[in-house]
């Protein structure tokens, strides 16, 4: 009897070595599935430690991530909700064709608030960074989408945020503080499993192909 084939998660969100709150958050989502011992595929909207650069934004933002679901045969997503990151027209119902869509929230903004609230229907969960998990943000995530499962995730911080960095926009990381440096071995754990993920998930699509 043949086992079941593992899920494939696919994580879209801002990753080393961009200094965001969000980089940490969903590093710690990458190593939680592999715990879990699903096939996890990472993507970005810039490049970065992530395997895939998708840029899921403007009016073809939706169609990419479609696309990315399609192709990796991805039937779970967790989606990095941040700040500075537009929500795409026709998102919602993508989500609606993951089998588990998860919104990850690492700095509830007023705007993140808003989208969490516009793609609640869409979502099995929303996680929110112990980084930004005092009271206040917990009620307000909960107030934005009610009857939503919430959860507090906690996980090691892989270094001092910088303000004004987007997951599409500038400054980028200094020439003169090496990514290195500035995340310690975060940045090279985050380097590996972005390595690992990619071999993974293309041995799983190669091997589907052949059947």
């Known amino acids: 009897m043949e086992s079941a084939a593992a899920e494939v998660v696919l994580i879209v969100g801002s990753f080393p070595p961009l200094p965001t709150p969000a980089a940490s958050a969903t590093v710690a989502a990458v190593r939680r599935e592999l715990g879990s011992g699903r096939i996890v595929v990472t993507a970005s909207p810039r490049a970065s430690a992530a395997a895939h650069v998708l840029p899921v934004t403007g009016p073809l933002g939706a169609w990419r991530l479609e696309q990315a679901r399609r192709r990796f045969a991805a039937t779970n997503l967790i989606l990095s909700v941040e700040p500075g990151w537009p929500l795409p027209p026709g998102t919602f119902a993508v989500l609606r064709r993951f089998a588990r869509a998860t919104l990850l929230v690492s700095e509830p903004t007023p705007a993140v608030l808003g989208v ?86 293309v041995d799983e699509v190669r091997t589907r192909a052949a059947r």
């Open 116 to 201: 969490v609230r516009r793609l609640r229907h869409a979502a099995a969960e929303v996680v929110l960074g112990h980084e930004s998990s005092g009271p206040e943000a917990v009620a307000a995530l909960a107030f934005a989408a009610p009857g939503l499962p919430l959860r507090v995730e906690h996980y090691a911080s892989l270094g001092r945020p910088v303000t004004g960095v987007t997951p599409l926009g500038p400054p980028e990381p200094s020439t003169s503080q090496p990514a290195r440096r500035m995340l310690g071995p975060g940045v090279r754990f985050a380097r590996r499993v972005a390595r690992r993920v990619a071999r993974r998930a």
